[in-house]
């Protein structure tokens, strides 16, 4: 069948929810599709308390702050529809969706693709063992399926996730051998890698993992320290015994549906990968097609939520939902936020490749005219 | 008239020890601290400072900094003891008058100790926070106790 | 492997217990949990082969993603456990390569 809608969101992430919910506050009738039984996306694993300020959710955990959003979401009439897999994206503003075995269509006046990350791979000998998997993968093992992956742990990369991941292996009984980084320096919060220190936690930094070995799964892992160019100096490796190594190398949006769009793209390393070109309110470069969170740059799901919520606005605004005066007061409040979460040293960078995606847009857009 | 005591008395009784180090985005620390003693020059992104006269030592902030970088030093508990406040969240929770070994910020078991608190409460949401008495040369260097787990 | 105790989230909630049998061996599963929990809880690693050289792969994801957990439930292969929740009785298979249809059932 076809169903009729205002607003098509895919994903029932941070952002999607967020602009689901914005939109349904201003009165617009909304459909928010999600390929997992649960919503809340990656916000459910996420228990640890987060940073920014009161309006961010500031110290209240993730999976809190998922709860709240979901129950708004519920409030305020807004329609998800989980187990449902958004197949395709088609001209005319039509999703192809499949629920239950069955394929149906969805015409909506607007979407907003918010469909997050995956994790990136690594590729060393051995890394096809069970027994390596994404830190992600392992987080949600812990968090949501309440099963420890591995008993003694071995994590790649000390960003925020590897961070982050590692300690949350610690709460849930684990032991965690080390933390490797093939930078000299801890790549997230220094707070982050400071709670795992004080567990006696090693960070292994300018070193690499060379091997994973075991008959059958994983039992050891050889690191070794890593000179310029990050090539291994021999003589320097070790072997630890371990029998889970998480990888927490990146993530990488999710842009399957705005590559089926036709969306204009940029490469950006640093944001992850691919991200559809938008503009500062989250319109890529079909005008009816909006983008949030992950998919539009790796980022942390507090920007997400801002991020959605700024989708939310800029589509009701654009269904003639809202005024275009009051639409302009709301993303200004929006922007203030998200201003204050891409500044400092860890932000600065994402602020800046965030200023290159609209600069990217508004150089599609003066070319097409 | 002589005046014996012009200096002035060095506080006395517990602080808030922040150690965060990085400028990134947070504030529950300034919102959480009923005296206002902690605070920003600027943007949310700045370092915090305290002011050691309006802190009472009350260790809402421990228990509310995500990054979980600040703790409580009383360096004159006793002749001989201070006591340090440390945010916890691995299980299982320390009992009051169980006898720890006190780590420092790498891990490293520092001293022997006994848990003299611990405080836990709803609002909290799972994090306590741990006061451990020790002996008070080592208040700038103990950090914690660890949590030997899994294999 | 359970994490039957946790400091943020509590103790884990009692739940009704189903068998499901993993290449012919019974194991007991939390009521709803995905499949790929309840052979990481009983000790169990390696999900499928791969096509080519028929070595062991696990879990890699945990969120539907990579399909490197994917197994042959109730005869049918290139189930992703990861996102597919148990049932009573439910019949699972190790699955070497691309799987057939009607294994394990």
């Given at each position: 069948?076809?169903?009729?809608?205002?607003?098509?969101?895919?994903?029932?992430?941070?952002?999607?929810?967020?602009?689901?919910?914005?939109?349904?506050?201003?009165?617009?009738?909304?459909?928010?599709?999600?390929?997992?039984?649960?919503?809340?996306?990656?916000?459910?694993?996420?228990?640890?308390k987060?940073?920014?300020?009161?309006?961010?959710?500031?110290g209240?955990?993730?999976?809190?702050?998922?709860?709240?959003?979901?129950?708004?979401?519920?409030?305020?009439?807004?329609?998800?529809?989980?187990?449902?897999?958004?197949?395709?994206?088609?001209?005319?503003?039509?999703?192809?969706?499949?629920?239950?075995?069955?394929?149906?269509?969805?015409?909506?006046?607007?979407?907003?693709?918010?469909?997050?990350?995956?994790?990136?791979?690594?590729?060393?000998?051995?890394?096809?063992?069970?027994?390596?998997?994404?830190?992600?993968?392992?987080?949600?093992?812990?968090?949501?399926?309440?099963?420890?992956?591995?008993?003694?742990?071995?994590?790649?990369?000390?960003?925020?996730?590897?961070?982050?991941?590692?300690?949350?292996?610690?709460?849930?009984?684990?032991?965690?051998?080390?933390?490797?980084?093939?930078?000299?320096?801890?790549?997230?919060?220094?707070v982050?890698?400071n709670k795992?220190m004080r567990q006696?936690?090693?960070?292994?930094?300018?070193?690499?993992?060379?091997?994973?070995?075991?008959?059958?799964?994983?039992?050891?892992?050889?690191?070794?320290?890593?000179?310029?160019?990050?090539?291994?100096?021999?003589?320097?490796?070790?072997?630890?015994?371990?029998?889970?190594?998480?990888?927490?190398?990146?993530?990488?949006?999710?842009?399957?549906?705005?590559?089926?769009?036709?969306?204009?793209?940029?490469?950006?390393?640093?944001?992850?990968?691919?991200?559809?070109?938008?503009?500062?309110?989250?319109?890529?470069?079909?005008?009816?097609?909006?983008?949030?969170?992950?998919?539009?740059?790796?980022?942390?799901?507090?920007?997400?939520?801002?991020?959605?919520?700024?989708?939310?606005?800029?589509?009701?605004?654009?269904?003639?939902?809202?005024?275009?005066?009051?639409?302009?007061?709301?993303?200004?409040?929006?922007?203030?936020?998200?201003?204050?979460?891409?500044?400092?040293?860890?932000?600065?960078?994402?602020?800046?490749?965030?200023?290159?995606?609209?600069?990217?847009?508004?150089?599609?857009?003066?070319?097409?005219? | 008239?002589?005046?014996?005591?012009?200096?002035?008395e060095k506080k006395r009784g517990p602080l808030a020890v922040i150690e965060c180090t990085?400028?990134?985005?947070c504030n529950p620390c300034t919102t959480c601290c009923a005296q206002k003693a902690i605070t920003f020059?600027?943007?949310?992104?700045?370092l915090p400072k305290l002011d050691e006269d309006k802190c009472t030592g009350c260790g809402i902030c421990v228990a509310r900094c995500p990054g979980m970088a600040i703790f409580v030093v009383d360096r004159e508990y006793s002749e001989t003891e201070c006591l340090v406040s440390f945010p916890h969240e691995f299980?299982?929770m320390p009992q009051a008058g169980e006898?720890i070994v006190a780590s420092d910020r790498?891990g490293?078991?520092v001293c022997?100790g006994t848990v003299h608190r611990v405080v836990r409460p709803?609002s909290f949401d799972g994090t306590a926070v741990v006061t451990i008495k020790i002996p008070k040369e080592y208040a700038d260097q103990v950090r914690g106790i660890r949590t030997?787990?899994?294999? | 492997?359970?994490?039957?105790?946790?400091p943020?989230?509590?103790?884990?909630?009692?739940?009704?217990?189903?068998?499901?049998?993993?290449?012919?061996?019974?194991?007991?599963?939390?009521?709803?949990?995905?499949?790929?929990?309840?052979?990481?809880?009983?000790?169990?690693?390696?999900?499928?082969?791969?096509?080519?050289?028929?070595?062991?792969?696990?879990?890699?994801?945990?969120?539907?993603?990579?399909?490197?957990?994917?197994?042959?439930?109730?005869?049918?292969?290139?189930?992703?456990?990861?996102?597919?929740?148990?049932?009573?009785?439910?019949?699972?298979?190790?699955?070497?390569?691309?799987?057939?249809?009607?294994?394990?059932?």
């Amino acid at each position: 069948m076809t169903y009729q809608t205002q607003v098509a969101i895919i994903g029932a992430g941070p952002a999607g929810l967020s602009a689901a919910l914005e939109v349904a506050k201003q009165g617009g009738k909304v459909m928010v599709f999600d390929e997992n039984d649960r919503a809340g996306g990656q916000l459910f694993k996420q228990i640890h308390k987060f940073f920014g300020s009161g309006h961010h959710g500031a110290g209240v955990r993730g999976i809190r702050l998922g709860q709240q959003l979901l129950e708004q979401c519920i409030q305020s009439g807004v329609e998800i529809c989980l187990s449902t897999v958004v197949f395709g994206i088609f001209p005319g503003n039509e999703l192809g969706i499949v629920k239950d075995g069955r394929s149906h269509t969805v015409k909506a006046d607007k979407i907003l693709i918010a469909a997050g990350a995956g994790e990136k791979p690594l590729a060393f000998p051995g890394w096809d063992l069970p027994g390596v998997m994404g830190a992600g993968a392992a987080q949600t093992m812990v968090n949501i399926n309440r099963v420890r992956p591995g008993n003694r742990i071995l994590t790649i990369g000390s960003g925020n996730v590897g961070l982050v991941v590692s300690y949350q292996l610690l709460q849930a009984g684990a032991s965690v051998a080390g933390i490797v980084e093939g930078l000299p320096k801890i790549n997230g919060y220094a707070v982050h890698a400071n709670k795992l220190m004080r567990q006696g936690v090693p960070v292994y930094l300018s070193h690499t993992v060379i091997e994973a070995r075991g008959d059958g799964q994983v039992e050891e892992a050889v690191i070794a320290e890593v000179g310029p160019g990050f090539v291994p100096i021999e003589g320097t490796e070790q072997t630890l015994s371990v029998d889970t190594i998480c990888l927490a190398v990146g993530l990488t949006p999710s842009v399957e549906l705005p590559r089926m769009a036709e969306l204009a793209m940029v490469h950006l390393p640093k944001m992850g990968g691919y991200i559809p070109l938008h503009d500062s309110h989250m319109r890529s470069s079909n005008p009816d097609i909006y983008v949030a969170g992950d998919v539009a740059g790796i980022e942390e799901a507090s920007t997400a939520m801002e991020e959605g919520k700024l989708a939310g606005v800029s589509m009701a605004e654009a269904l003639g939902l809202v005024s275009a005066q009051r639409a302009r007061e709301l993303a200004g409040e929006i922007e203030e936020r998200i201003g204050e979460l891409r500044i400092g040293s860890h932000g600065d960078a994402r602020r800046m490749a965030k200023e290159e995606i609209v600069r990217g847009y508004e150089a599609w857009l003066a070319k097409q005219k | 008239m002589a005046c014996k005591t012009e200096i002035k008395e060095k506080k006395r009784g517990p602080l808030a020890v922040i150690e965060c180090t990085e400028d990134i985005p947070c504030n529950p620390c300034t919102t959480c601290c009923a005296q206002k003693a902690i605070t920003f020059e600027g943007s949310i992104n700045s370092l915090p400072k305290l002011d050691e006269d309006k802190c009472t030592g009350c260790g809402i902030c421990v228990a509310r900094c995500p990054g979980m970088a600040i703790f409580v030093v009383d360096r004159e508990y006793s002749e001989t003891e201070c006591l340090v406040s440390f945010p916890h969240e691995f299980l299982p929770m320390p009992q009051a008058g169980e006898e720890i070994v006190a780590s420092d910020r790498q891990g490293k078991p520092v001293c022997a100790g006994t848990v003299h608190r611990v405080v836990r409460p709803e609002s909290f949401d799972g994090t306590a926070v741990v006061t451990i008495k020790i002996p008070k040369e080592y208040a700038d260097q103990v950090r914690g106790i660890r949590t030997e787990r899994g294999v | 492997m359970r994490v039957e105790k946790h400091p943020v989230l509590g103790d884990l909630p009692e739940a009704k217990l189903v068998t499901i049998t993993v290449d012919g061996r019974r194991i007991q599963a939390r009521e709803g949990e995905v499949i790929a929990a309840a052979l990481s809880a009983a000790g169990i690693r390696a999900f499928r082969k791969t096509p080519i050289h028929h070595k062991p792969r696990g879990l890699f994801c945990a969120i539907g993603r990579c399909t490197d957990c994917a197994m042959t439930v109730d005869g049918v292969p290139n189930v992703r456990t990861c996102v597919t929740r148990v049932r009573e009785g439910m019949e699972i298979e190790t699955q070497d390569g691309l799987g057939k249809w009607g294994e394990g059932k």
